[in-house]
């Protein structure tokens, strides 16, 4: 009877030490907290009634001395180094997408001010070139000029001043004939 009340209360020690154990095995590895309902299940990995608990410590023991004997052979420094640059290789990716980001930001940016700066230009051209062309009049009554942009090209590249003076448009009038200008200045002149 005593014996049997020695091995109830190893029992009870045993049982108290592998529920410490767990306990502890749980704060070290969390995913044991998710998987635990798998544990014992038939078709799970966690089914253990096909395994040789003796086995598989032995299994265990030697994997870990092989684990640790590795260990030392392992540089800490290079380890350090490698954790170090594969950080900075995460940082470096996450740099290179907010710059690619930005740049498309900027690109669009571009576009639409220069949509923006046409827009503008037309509309100031329009209004200085009929202003000019009043200001001309009222200093050379009976003359004509604007501002165009050169031939083949648009007003973003620049502006010429083209004119034509009294006499051309009285020639003009009277004879559909010029009055030995160049051909050049003919295509100028508005119809």
Same mark, same amino acid.
């Given at each position: 009877?005593?014996?049997?009340?020695?091995?109830? /209360?190893?029992?009870?020690?045993?049982?108290?030490?592998?529920?410490?154990?767990?306990?502890?095995?749980?704060?070290?590895?969390?995913?044991?907290?998710?998987?635990?309902?798998?544990?014992?299940?038939?078709?799970?990995?966690?089914?253990?009634?096909?395994?040789?608990?003796?086995?598989?410590?032995?299994?265990?023991?030697?994997?870990?001395?092989?684990?640790?004997? &590795?260990?030392?052979?392992?540089?800490?420094?290079? &380890?350090?180094?490698?954790?170090?640059?594969?950080?900075?290789?995460?940082?470096?990716?996450?740099?290179?997408?907010?710059?690619?980001?930005?740049?498309?930001?900027?690109?669009?940016?571009?576009?639409?001010?220069?949509?923006?700066?046409?827009?503008?230009?037309? /509309?100031?051209?329009?209004?200085?070139?009929?202003?000019?062309?009043?200001?001309?009049?009222?200093? #050379?009554?009976?003359?004509?000029?604007? #501002?165009?942009?050169?031939?083949?090209?648009?007003?973003?590249?620049?502006? /010429?001043?083209?004119?034509?003076?009294?006499?051309?448009?009285?020639?003009?009038?009277?004879?559909?004939?010029?009055?030995?200008?160049?051909?050049?200045? &003919? /295509?100028?002149?508005?119809?």
């Amino acid at each position: 009877m005593q014996d049997l009340a020695h091995q109830i /209360e190893r029992f009870h020690k045993e049982q108290q030490g592998a529920t410490q154990k767990l306990t502890n095995m749980e704060k070290e590895h969390e995913w044991i907290a998710t998987e635990k309902d798998n544990f014992g299940r038939t078709g799970t990995p966690y089914d253990f009634n096909g395994q040789n608990i003796t086995e598989n410590k032995s299994t265990l023991r030697n994997l870990t001395e092989r684990s640790q004997g &590795m260990k030392k052979k392992i540089n800490p420094k290079v &380890m350090n180094m490698i954790d170090s640059v594969e950080k900075k290789e995460v940082s470096l990716k996450n740099m290179m997408k907010t710059v690619i980001r930005d740049k498309k930001k900027i690109e669009e940016t571009i576009v639409s001010l220069d949509e923006y700066k046409k827009k503008a230009l037309q /509309e100031t051209w329009e209004k200085v070139n009929g202003d000019f062309g009043q200001i001309f009049a009222e200093l #050379l009554p009976g003359s004509f000029c604007r #501002l165009d942009a050169p031939e083949g090209k648009t007003i973003n590249d620049g502006l /010429e001043v083209k004119v034509i003076p009294f006499y051309y448009l009285l020639a003009i009038l009277h004879s559909h004939k010029p009055l030995g200008l160049p051909r050049q200045s &003919m /295509e100028t002149i508005p119809h």
